[in-house]
């Protein structure tokens, strides 16, 4: 059997310091260094074989950040390892708890293609793997073709169509070889809930940012676009996972979703959710009341759904463990999981096809606060986001 770990990891902004990344907001080098330490922390905590990472301004501070882990991970080595000569060195407990050094570990980095000068800056994604990659590591941001949206009027009139010619930021898809299998995986972050408020031509800002002439309505619209983007980003995505799954590949997609769970966007990714039984359900082109599916009709029904089906990992562990307390983010009073690994059935435990599964799910979110609390100041230096890693093993033997 082949154990690793995969991980998804929101930074929240990272970039070298005096680098004006939004308007108005850049890192002193003190702010920086803390920064930076702090992430390495994490990171050596979490010790996983692969890591998606969101927020990424520059790679050159990506890998400072790997490079940094790595010398904490040296010392905490010397620190607790015993050498060979200790009798009790070979004990597995020694093994749980070495670092292994990423020096020579994978690093693919996808830039945002809206990235811009100074105060305009734009964040990638990246997948750190101590497997390497099979093959060259692909970037979906820009559609070869507009996806056009349409839409009908309740009387079946045209509705018009809504269209995007580019993903918010890029999707970073990679295939992994681990032990003797390829796992691809994907890497997004999808467009956030902040609303999109259009500026008219020559205007210095959106009339709807205006917050001392507040106009709830123009904000409303805003949210309702955002909407729609993350929701076609998740389209996007899910048919570049639908071409892995119908060739027969494994499939994990990690990332910040902007989501929860149940969301519209989170299931057009992870797919229709089946029934439990289709033969008791009206026939799509019945002729009579009682013209249902068959029970083999149900079958196929079941099984083409089935396989392009995602599951998520927390929603697995909270099965297992009998117990929900996972949240990647809390804001406003709610705290929520809009971070997510999902997994396609090669690694369910109840398939019978299965090559791995999930033994255990950690989630790092001690550091969040509620920004709604006063009492809780916000810490822009340390990640607004909880870190999620799945443990795997593959070759778990049949059911």
């Not at 922390?41 to 998606?52: E, F």
């Not at 940012?209 to 904000?219: I, S």
């Not at 929701?231 to 892995?244: D, F, H, K, N, T």
Request: hydrophobic share 40%; net charge negative; charged share 25%.
């Amino acid at each position: 059997m082949t154990r690793f770990t995969i991980a998804s990891f929101n930074v929240k902004n990272l970039i070298e310091a005096d680098q004006e990344y939004y308007r108005f907001e850049e890192y002193t080098p003190e702010e920086y260094a803390w920064k930076r330490a702090w992430l390495a922390d994490q990171l050596l905590t979490m010790n996983a074989d692969i890591v998606c990472f969101q927020e990424i301004f520059s790679e050159a501070s990506l890998r400072d950040l790997v490079i940094e882990t790595d010398e904490l991970g040296q010392a905490a080595n010397d620190a607790v390892i015993p050498d060979r000569s200790k009798r009790y060195a070979r004990k597995a407990i020694f093994r749980k708890l070495a670092f292994e050094p990423y020096t020579e570990a994978a690093l693919a980095f996808a830039p945002n293609l809206l990235d811009g000068g100074p105060g305009q800056r734009r964040p990638g994604v990246a997948i750190l793997s101590r497997f390497g990659f099979a093959g060259a590591p692909e970037i979906i941001q820009d559609l070869p073709e507009p996806l056009d949206i349409p839409f009908s009027d309740l009387d079946g009139s045209d509705g018009g169509h809504y269209r995007i010619k580019r993903l918010s930021r890029p999707v970073l898809k990679v295939k992994i070889p681990v032990g003797d299998t390829i796992v691809t995986v994907f890497n997004c972050h999808l467009k956030s809930k902040l609303g999109e408020l259009p500026r008219p031509e020559g205007a210095p800002f959106p009339p709807a940012a205006d917050l001392v002439n507040y106009d709830p309505a123009a904000r409303a619209m805003g949210s309702l676009r955002a909407g729609l983007r993350r929701m076609a980003e998740a389209w996007v995505l899910r048919r570049a996972i639908l071409s892995e799954l119908e060739t027969g590949h494994p499939v994990m997609v990690l990332g910040d979703f902007n989501d929860s769970e149940h969301a519209v966007s989170s299931e057009i990714i992870k797919g229709e959710t089946p029934f439990k039984n289709y033969a008791w359900m009206r026939r799509h082109d019945a002729q009579t009341k009682r013209d249902r599916y068959s029970d083999a009709e149900n079958e196929v029904i079941q099984e083409a759904i089935g396989k392009v089906l995602l599951y998520s990992a927390e929603k697995l562990f909270v099965r297992k463990s009998l117990r929900d307390m996972v949240y990647t983010s809390a804001f406003g009073g709610v705290f929520e999981s809009i971070d997510q690994i999902l997994l396609s059935r090669h690694f369910h435990p109840d398939s019978p096809d299965r090559i791995g599964e999930m033994e255990y799910f950690s989630v790092l979110n001690d550091h969040l606060t509620d920004g709604s609390h006063p009492e809780a100041p916000y810490n822009k230096l340390a990640s607004d986001h909880g870190q999620i890693m799945a443990h795997m093993v593959l070759g778990t033997a049949a059911p």
